[in-house]
């Protein structure tokens, strides 16, 4: 993509009004303060304007809870993750807690895990991207000086982009081991406040131009329904990873994961995380279709509603809801704590309560606008399916 003057002034203004995390604009440039140099502009989708000098973005940086880390010694290696942005309330992505894949790479896989977000204080301006870049560059060398045998790096959304705009350098995978992007995105969503958002089709284009010059080994995940992701990036990720004779391994729409988020569900952990680590260990250009097959004893392993009648799974009627609770993991991410009686709904969203009215519509139980079927399976666990085939879990709260 190249621009005018008036056009990065005009994208520059846009997107900062959009309120959104935006483009990588300095990426032709060089990253003087690391050893590594940016391949041809061209490649690039870099703005044909040449920024002030970048400097270092310090990232925010954090152990997530329940992660036990054992240093370099003991750990198989480190894997720095680079959570996604919310560029309107910078605190509400204080992340204290860490996707499931990725804390089971650490409790059952041995890996340490290092988290990291953009900085509250820091105002996101036209460097951003390029000096959050560099400043991973210089933790990846800290990392390594540390001992550590190998040094990951992953991310999702914003922080799938950065890892992106690190690893395309010249020279990036005699520092990086390996990449693990999960549902990159910088350009927000096709519709943002209400109007057409034209800056959109950026999270494929600017993206496919971008992994163009990586020669880094690379497992990405895409899911589907993931509302900033215009599509087809599965298929154009391996082809330019093949092209190029870069070890990957694509993850492209699992059955049963959906939304910007569905990463966030407990089962992709338990199907997909024995794939993960195999990757990271030993790249190599592989198939991950899931690690373990589905299950009639574990709800662990159900992902897709065929997979639950499958396993003997049995139906749910409204009524057998009354007087239960439950904590509720949704496909986007969220956790709710939903209390049934009669027909209706208690559902406690962060510190929000509110109610609603629950009916029956034929097999499929409908309140909050959906419809769905719910299932408790062999081992008593439940979950639920809705109309598009997007997955929810069900812990029953004692």
Known sequence: MRLPKF??????????????????????????AHPINSRSKGESGAVAVRQRPVTPIKLTEYVPLKVKNKGPAEAKGVIYFINGLDSYNRTRDDYLATYPYVYGLNTHSGWDVIAAKFPNAEPYSLNSIPGSAMYLM????????????????AGQSWGAWITVAAAKQDGAEKHIDALLLTAPANYGTSVWQ??????????????????????????????????????????????????????????????????????????????????????????????????????????????????????????????????????VTGAYGQVTVEQYSSSMATVTADDSIFHEEMRDDGDRICFLKTCGRIYQLKDGGFVSFGSDGHLTRMVEAD
């Not at 390594?144 to 040094?151: E, F, L, P």
């Not at 093949?242 to 338990?270: E, K, L, R, S």
Request: net charge neutral; proline share 5%.
């Open 138 to 153: 210089q933790r990846v060398d800290e990392l390594r000086a540390q001992g550590y045998k190998k040094v990951i790096v």
């Open 7 to 32: 056009g990065l002034v005009l994208l520059l203004a846009t997107l900062s009004a959009f309120g959104q995390a935006f483009a990588e604009t300095g990426s032709g440039e060089a990253i003087k």
């Open 194 to 327: 209400g109007k057409p958002n034209s800056y959109f089709i950026l999270n494929k284009t600017e993206y496919e131009a971008n992994i163009k010059t990586i020669r880094v080994p690379t497992a990405a995940i895409f899911f589907k329904n993931d509302e900033f992701d215009p599509g087809g990036r599965g298929p154009v990720t391996r082809n330019t990873f093949a092209a190029n004779h870069v070890a990957a391994m694509i993850i492209d729409q699992p059955p049963g994961f959906t939304g910007h988020g569905g990463g966030w569900m407990p089962q992709f952990d338990y199907i997909y995380g024995g794939c993960l680590d195999k990757f990271l260990m030993q790249p190599r250009t592989m198939q991950c279709d899931r690690s373990v097959p589905a299950s009639k004893t574990d709800s662990r392993s159900v992902a897709t509603e065929q997979d639950a009648l499958d396993g003997g799974a049995r139906l749910i009627s409204l009524s057998e809801l009354n007087n239960k609770t439950f904590i």
